[in-house]
């Protein structure tokens, strides 16, 4: 009765049928004749043909939905809301919102429009994307209404927009606020023209024109006293630009930037963009290469403030602010160097950084997401960012490695002094490990060493003293420290006892400590000597350590196990 069959045969056709069946057959348009360029898969429904199992199974289906009425006919416009909205609402799921496209058919019959009667229904109901009145006679805005109709699949205003407030709702604030973020290459709160520059290349692929940048600037300036400030875009400007292209109907806009930047149709970040695919066969590791440094460096540079080489508990705060959470914990700070006050310094930000590649990869791939590695580095992925070395075999046959971190896990007896080992790497005395809390220890430490003038990663790692559960993952490691204490002579049994059951035969080096060497020393209850021990099994005698110095400990001992594990 209001022409639905019509519209689609006129679409097809391009001319008005003389003869109309009850239902069109299922149509699909191709996606090269589509301004979108994606396939549309067009299908009607007639009561006297279709029961309304059949109409709710296609409701179920469908990405968007045209409800159309005859605008001269106001039953037909009633329907709209006593009928068809509701019977919608049921058969959709609550949480998946199937956008509606109101279609006013037969406008070549009458002189008025029925915008007045519909714009009270498009505010009431915030799925109803919007009206298009149409003539399928003489095909009037026939191509505009299917236009529209894909436009509300893939750009649709409600998840950006909300009509009752005028306003741009929370979510898409949020996301916008990151992209803002990402995109202030020098943290300066305002995007300059090289910073806008680089955001309409990165989105739109082409630059703007001076004189198109300034229109832009004067638009924002005339309706917001504090959008421009320093001839530069501020983040109040930014959101103001983004709400204006949704209220003008430009949301394809703002879905173009939002998902360059990563985000899905719920504004959540998507899956695929936080964890590319990456490849990581047995026994290789995971580096950052050094494009990944120089980015990394350059996200520290811009929230470095005060230009002190450290990061203050506020300038680490606005660094993760584009994250949805605090990635780091106050255990951070017992992992890697931080200066005099207990901020990160810029060693141990890399260090961190290195720390979260070896161990899992998949977790730094997400925060370089958050970042917007691929975005600023101008890379495919994330994926783009890591190293995957050489499989460990390859290494040892050939009696070389290309790895820079090395991984030394530390064994020892309760309270033999791993602790104080993993702290001293960072330059921590034992007057300054007694500050540190209890929940805020961290059982791995890393930090740079070199070794024949090359700069390296060595990572400890303080193995649990659970001697019938150690893992593969507690084994794996390129050397291994025994730690045991001189002056307690119940210690060195322990090392014994784990170098023999697991590290005899392996091809791992090890090397003993005689931690606590400031106290005096007690012969060890066991069956020889640590160092006839060292002497039997061919290792290196036992190193004396201590932590407990006035100044920053000795750190020969860790330059040694690198060498030990670059050179097995």
């Known amino acids: 009765k209001v022409g639905k ?9 391009e001319e008005f049928p003389d003869v109309v069946p009850y239902r069109a057959e299922e149509i699909t348009i191709p996606a090269d004749v589509t301004p979108e360029r994606v396939p549309t898969h067009i299908v009607d429904y007639s009561d006297a043909e279709q029961t309304d199992e059949q109409l709710f199974q296609e409701i179920s289906k469908a990405n968007v939905i045209c409800i159309v009425y005859s605008v001269n006919n106001k039953t037909s416009i009633e329907k709209v809301t006593s009928h068809w909205i509701p019977l919608i609402t049921e058969n959709t799921d609550k949480d998946s919102r199937v956008p509606l496209i109101l279609v006013g058919n037969k406008s070549d019959l009458v002189e008025h429009s029925s915008m007045e009667t519909i714009l009270p229904i498009m505010n009431q109901y915030s799925e109803v994307e919007t009206c298009v009145e149409c003539s399928a006679k003489n095909l009037k805005n026939i191509s505009e209404l299917f236009y529209y ?19 741009m709702k929370p979510l898409c604030v949020k996301a916008l606020t990151r992209i803002f973020k990402v995109s202030d290459l020098d943290n300066d709160g305002i995007l300059n023209d090289h910073e806008l520059n680089f955001f309409q290349r990165t989105c739109f692929n082409t630059p703007l024109e001076p004189q198109a940048l300034e229109d832009v600037k004067n638009v924002v300036r005339k309706n917001l006293s504090d959008g421009v400030c320093d001839n530069g875009l501020t983040l109040k400007g930014f959101l103001f630009l983004h709400t204006l292209f949704i209220q003008r109907g430009r949301h394809e806009t703002t879905w173009t930037v939002l998902r360059r930047f990563g985000y899905d149709d719920d504004l959540e970040l998507n899956q695929d963009y936080l964890f590319p695919p990456l490849k990581i066969p047995p026994d290789c590791t995971t580096e950052l290469n050094h494009n990944a440094y120089l980015f990394l460096q350059s996200v520290f540079d811009k929230h470095d403030k005060d230009r002190d080489c450290a990061l203050s508990p506020e300038e680490l705060g606005d660094l993760f602010e584009v994250f949805p959470y605090m990635p780091w914990g106050p255990d951070v700070n017992n992992t890697v160097c931080t200066n005099d006050q207990g901020w990160i310094t810029y060693q141990g930000y890399l260090s961190q950084w290195t720390l979260t590649t070896y161990l899992d990869v998949q977790r730094c791939l997400e925060y370089l997401g958050y970042l917007g590695y691929s975005i600023i580095a101008e890379q495919e992925s994330q994926a783009a960012a890591i190293t995957v070395t050489r499989d460990k075999k390859i290494d040892l046959q050939k009696k070389q490695t290309q790895r820079s971190v090395f991984r030394c896990n530390v064994f020892g007896d309760i309270g033999s002094g791993k602790s104080g080992f993993l702290q001293a790497f960072l330059g921590s005395n034992l007057m300054c490990q007694k500050m540190i809390r209890e929940e805020h220890r961290s059982y791995y430490a890393i930090s740079t060493t070199y070794v024949y003038g090359q700069e390296k990663y060595l990572l400890l790692h303080e193995v649990f003293p659970d001697f019938d ?16 204490d001189v002056s307690n002579p119940y210690t060195f049994e322990y090392c014994a006892k784990v170098f023999k059951q697991y590290f005899m035969d392996s091809k791992t080096p090890c090397m003993m400590i005689a931690a606590k060497s400031d106290l005096p020393e007690i012969k060890q209850m066991y069956g020889c000597s640590p160092l006839e021990f060292c002497r039997r099994h061919k290792m290196p005698p036992p190193q004396s350590f201590t932590c407990n110095t006035a100044a920053a400990p000795s750190r020969d001992i860790y330059t040694k196990l690198t060498t030990m594990a670059m050179y097995p």
Do not use: F, N, R, W
């Not at 069959?5 to 056709?13: A, G, R």
């Not at 109709?149 to 306003?167: F, I, M, R, S, W």
């Open 5 to 13: 069959t019509s519209l689609i045969m006129s679409l097809v056709s």
């Open 149 to 167: 109709a894909q436009k509300a699949v893939l750009h649709p205003t409600g998840p950006l927009y909300c009509p009752e407030k005028k306003d």
């Open 469 to 484: 559960y150690l893992s593969d993952a507690d084994l794996a490691c390129d050397v291994v420290c025994l730690v045991y």
